[in-house]
């Protein structure tokens, strides 16, 4: 029996762990063949064994999003080995140590911006020039943007502002894609339990100076969320997504 979107082609980055995983593992069950790209060699090939069969499925692209070089060579083997792409998941991204915004360094600042900012630049970037000349034309961009793009935590300035720039250039590329039939959406996730949340689990710092446990959802919701975004005839097009723990703190004052 033929899955419902086998020969899809998806680029997944940061696909080795959290997210980005369980999105890989949700679309290669669907069918999609995913590209995998992660800064380690090792920790995409650990990925790799444990989807199991599904890894046949699997092409893993050691890259760093926030260098034009390594990008630009993540796509053309990508089209190299496959001739298209369907759909590209901007996933990856870091945060810096929770300071005040006057102690961070300026290189903390600048590696949150490469790769949760200049990483979704470059990439959709090397994917609309894919998209725009693959026959049938277009294709689609889903972007991680966070509940961050939408309020911050204490102390978490490089990350909120990165993403709040996100939304920026989900919305200006989704209009730029219009005419060349790419749809472009962001998916803003609340405490996922992934290692990134693990310490919310002890106890996370709130606005009002104290330290409080927070709600963490299954990881493999956000994937299945992801999959839903990505199924869709380019026809139609969900330009915002927020899923999230259902009883943290985030709707209405805390």
């Not at 082609?9 to 290669?28: E, H, P, Q, R, V």
């Not at 298209?84 to 903390?108: C, I, K, M």
Request: aromatic share 6%.
């Amino acid at each position: 029996m033929s899955l419902p979107h086998q020969g899809k082609i998806a680029i997944i980055t940061g696909a080795a762990t959290g997210i980005g995983f369980a999105s890989t593992k949700a679309l290669t069950g669907a069918g999609f063949t995913v590209v995998m790209a992660g800064r380690r060699a090792d920790a995409l090939k650990q990925a790799q064994d444990k989807l199991g069969d599904l890894a046949a499925r699997t092409l893993a692209v050691p890259t760093d999003v926030g260098n034009p070089d390594s990008v630009k060579n993540l796509f053309a083997l990508t089209r190299q080995t496959y001739g298209r792409l369907d759909v590209l998941f901007n996933n990856a991204g870091t945060g810096a140590p929770p300071l005040p915004l006057e102690e961070l360094s300026y290189e903390q600042w600048m590696t949150v911006v490469n790769a949760n900012l200049t990483g979704v630049f470059l990439c959709t970037q090397q994917a609309f020039k894919i998209m725009k000349e693959q026959n049938p034309q277009g294709g689609r961009i889903i972007n991680n943007g966070s509940i961050s793009a939408h309020a911050p935590r204490p102390f978490s300035s490089p990350y909120t502002a990165t993403k709040h720039a996100v939304t920026g250039l989900t919305k200006a590329s989704s209009l730029d894609g219009r005419a060349y039939n790419i749809a472009v959406g962001q998916i803003d996730i609340g405490n996922a339990g992934t290692d990134m949340t693990e310490r919310m689990k002890k106890g996370i710092l709130q606005p009002d100076g104290s330290t409080r446990v927070e709600p963490v959802m299954d990881v493999d919701h956000v994937g299945q969320a992801v999959l839903q975004m990505a199924s869709l005839p380019l026809e139609s097009n969900i330009l915002t997504m927020t899923i999230m723990a259902t009883k943290m703190p985030f709707v209405a004052r805390g």
